[in-house]
Each structure stands twice: as structure tokens, then as C-alpha cells.
């Protein structure tokens, strides 16, 4: 009989575990909350966290899985309904649809034997029912439970997680702060400029914005190609640099934080309308908040503002509900996995999509479950090479961020240098060829 495998959620994560273990002859059974696929893409689900203008922010050349291109007519960065229908384009291209058991919650995973590298899964539904699978892929995604800050203080007004936000039109009639230097914060900062009396972007931190486009190509192209030159760090960060000085400028000649960070330090910012917003005053760039009073906010430069509502765009926390943190081998906020995919002792348990990518992620989760899924593969038929990677995923922690320190934040918890961790899970799948 055929080992069977759960595979938890069908978004972009799920759908690639399910296509790659499927041609490895699994029995591969989806489970999805939803009553569709897309995950974070379907955009009015609750489990999505797109609004409605949400574009990519790598280029489709940097985002499309390496076996199914997207559609040429796509624009470089496409809309959410565009890769919404892409991932069903895929699903039906691979024959997935079949496999996928909709609104099917998880409430709960448990290990039968706990510590045995092999054990089978218990998963146990939201409707009471139970079953049993040889193998457990984990593939909900990590951006969807909201973190908010804490500031001394109450505030009297609106507030909102991005998570939450949807269209631009709430903003019209309102002051609105903005809390947050991700894309996310920054997208809805420019949309806020647009509707609202007034607009406010609160940052920790100043960063290096950088355009969609450079010298005529989507920007995360040209770094793919210094990346493919095999530039060491230190020039690609003088030649971005550069780039980002002669383009755009210095940041703080704009009225934007001058960053305290060299290139890549720091998740890629794309957005080439906020410098434009702040440089004609519909965007006023604002520290990191002291407290609240009221209405009022205080900033740790002395400076205050009246606002009536406020958009908390500061990420997610890593939250995995159903199954034990230490079934995930969790220290220090965060599953210690190999590669974030591989358990140092179960050999039965993956996790998919579970990274911080500085570029396109779909590709990189392609290479994820390829990975998976041969080594499960030379587990269930008793081959060497399963032995290589048991050893590996038991005792060695690559640098996956190939001699760039991020900087220390929840949001650089599952980072990755893109070029470097592809090339790491390229050499894992290839172990496992005969």
C-alpha cells in the first residue's frame, strides 16, 4: 500500500508539497480550511492578508515555480487574482484539485510514537473526526497571525492590524498613522496619502527603499544577474549602493530616515511611490511612538500628532495552533528545522514555505518539496542516501543568509539569501539521484 500524507493547507506552500509527493507515488491527501485553494492569495477569505491593490513585490521571471511558468501575457509584477488564478492553472496542470479535502480544518497533530524518527501522525479535524498518516507536511503559512507592539498608554481612536486592511477608501475623512517599514506598511502609507486628510508613517528604523524598476528591468532582476557573476557581499552592496544613490538618492534628502543599516541587512523594501508621497508632503515620516494619550500620539524625537486612527503594519508572529511546539523542535520563537523544512530526529514531518525570502517564494518552496519528498522517498524504500540527510538534518545549521546579518527583529527570524538557500536545497534534492 502506498504511504499516505497529510498535507496541511492549499495555498502556494500546500499545492507544490502535494505536486512533488504525489509524482514520488505517495497517497497525498490536502486538508484546507477554506472552501478553495490560494490560501493568502484569495483575496476576502479569512485567511488572506492581500488588499485589494496587492501586487507582487518580486517579478514574475522571480516568483513563478521553475516547472510552470506564468502566463507570458502577465504584466512583471502581477495582481493577486492573477497569481490566485495561476495557482489554479497549477493545481489543475498537476492534478491536485483531487487530492484536496475543503473546509477540512486541522484542530490538532499528535506524533503515535513521540521521538520515533518514523512515527505516523494522528490529525485530529475540526469536526471531532480522526485519522492516521504515514507522513505530516505542514503548509499553513506564517503570515496571518497579527503582532502588535505595546506602547504605554491608551489610544482613543480606530485601530487596525494590516491584516485586516482591505481598500483605501476606509481612510477617506480620517488622520491616519501608519506603524510599520515593511512593504505592507508602506503600500498602505501610500494608499492613506491618497484618501485621507492627513497621513503619518511611523518607523522604527530608516531603510533602503528601492524602486520596482532599475535601469529599465524589474530590480530584483538585476540583482539575479550580479547574483549570477558570483559578486562576493561586499561588491554587490557597494554596486546597490550606487545604483540606489544615483536612481533614487539619498533617503533623508527626501525627509525619510537616513538607515542604520548597510544593503541587505534588512528584508528589500520595493516601493517607488513612497519617496514621491513624502517628498510632496502627502506623507510625514514620523520615529518610533513613545506613548498615547487620547488621540494623541508622542514620538521618542519630543514630537506629537492628533490621529483618529492608526494601522499597525508590524508583522506576524509564527503561530502553528494545532500541533506542540515541541513537536517542532521550537526554541528562541521559532521552529529550529533544517533548512525550515527538515525535523532534526522525525523523518516523517516537513514544514513548507517556512522562510523570509529577499526575492520570489514559490520557486524556492518548488526546490523545498522536491527535497522532501525524495528523501521521504529514499526513507520509505530503505535507500543510503536517506542516511546523508538524517545526518545533516540532525547535526549541521548552514549560514543561510550566505554571510549577510540581518538585523536583529522577529522579522528577519526566517530570512534567507535567496540565491544561496536555492543552491542549498538544490544540492539536498540532488543527494537522492540515482
Partial sequence: MKQAVAVIGAGSSGLAAARHFLACGFEVHVFERENDLGGNWNYGKSCSRVYRSTHTISSKACTEFPDFPMPREYPDYPHHTQILAYLRAYAAQFKLLEHIHFSAGVANVEPVNEGDACTRWIVTFNNGDKQQFDLLVIANGHNWFPKFPEYPGEFSGQILHSAEYRRPDIFTEHRVLVVGGGNSGCDIAVEAAQFADRAWHSVRRGYWYMPKYL??????????QLLS?????WLRRIAATMMHRLLVGKPEKTGLPRPDHRFFETHPVINTLLPYYVGQ????PKPDIERFDGNTVYFVDGSDIDTDMIVFATGYLIKFPFIDERHLNWRDGR??????VFHPIYDSLFVSGLIQADSGQFGLVHWQMLAAARFATAVRDGHDAADRLRQQKSDQHPDLGNGIRYKESTRHYLEVEHWHYRRLLQHCAGQFQS
Avoid at 215 to 224: H, K, S, Y
Avoid at 281 to 284: M, S
Avoid at 335 to 340: A, K
Fill in 215 to 224: 535601469l529599465g528591468r524589474p530590480t530584483d532582476q538585476v540583482g539575479e
Fill in 335 to 340: 521552529p529550529q528545522l533544517y533548512l525550515h
Fill in 281 to 284: 508632503g502627502d506623507i510625514c
Fill in 229 to 233: 557573476l558570483g559578486l562576493p557581499l
